[in-house]
T-cell receptor
Framework: GAVVSQHPSWVICKSGTSVKIECRSLDFQATTMFWYRQFPKQSLMLMATSNEGSKATYEQGVEKDKFLINHASLTLSTLTVTSAHPEDSSFYIC???????????FGPGTRLTVT | LAKTTQPISMDSYEGQEVNITCSHNNIATNDYITWYQQFPSQGPRFIIQGYKTKVTNEVASLFIPADRKSSTLSLPRVSLSDTAVYYCLVGAFSGGYNKLIFGAGTRLAVHP
């Protein structure tokens, strides 16, 4: 299957700082990338969908000024959590799909802890 | 997007066949049915996808009845390493991509 990577795998930051998470498709061109967050013992919640070269589409209730998404190339999307607070601590997972694909391939996730 | 309902948890033993059924009564004509597996602190892994009838790959089979209001993921001869959460998703491939909304999933525990 297609391979998606994320960096970093975990990060600890102080409250009020910003954190950037990268998502890369390693062996295919990802025309669409998705960002999810997952709290312990809960399911994945879709945050936003981004198409290469376009602005991201955010799900209802997700603050687009707080969670900045950039999908500047066909292999890279970034999620920046701005002015992070402890309640932003979560597991952030990206997924990617190629042109015309009906399935998505997920990255390994990034554990964010805000102190 | 169609809502899915799965059992919260299931238990099985090594070597047994496990069938996880998902109901999606409001599935739309354009919707595909996709199953993912997730281990703790990892991203979900694609297992299988289908539209109707039966689909089989090297790890699982997916049975979809004619009315498509439910689907069953079949895992043959499970092992301890199959202990995970399994998600059934129904999504429409439109606008160039397939938007997936995750439900609660089924926690499968495989015992020795």
């Amino acid at each position: 299957g297609a391979v998606v990577s994320q960096h970093p795998s975990w990060v600890i930051c102080k409250s009020g700082t910003s954190v950037k998470i990268e998502c890369r498709s390693l062996d295919f061109q990802a025309t669409t990338m998705f960002w999810y967050r997952q709290f312990p013992k809960q399911s994945l919640m879709l945050m936003a969908t981004s198409n290469e070269g376009s602005k991201a589409t955010y799900e209802q209730g997700v603050e687009k000024d707080k969670f900045l998404i950039n999908h500047a190339s066909l292999t890279l999307s970034t999620l920046t959590v701005t002015s992070a607070h402890p309640e932003d601590s979560s597991f952030y997972i990206c997924s990617a799909a190629g042109q015309g694909w009906s399935e998505q391939y997920f990255g390994p996730g990034t554990r964010l802890t805000v102190t | 997007l169609a809502k899915t309902t799965q059992p919260i948890s299931m238990d099985s033993y090594e070597g047994q066949e496990v069938n996880i059924t998902c109901s999606h009564n409001n599935i739309a004509t354009n919707d595909y049915i996709t199953w993912y597996q997730q281990f703790p602190s990892q991203g979900p892994r694609f297992i299988i996808q289908g539209y109707k009838t039966k689909v089989t790959n090297e790890v699982a089979s997916l049975f979809i009845p004619a009315d498509r209001k439910s689907s069953t993921l079949s895992l043959p001869r499970v092992s301890l390493s199959d202990t995970a959460v399994y998600y059934c998703l129904v999504g429409a491939f439109s606008g160039g991509y397939n938007k997936l909304i995750f439900g609660a999933g089924t926690r499968l525990a495989v015992h020795p």
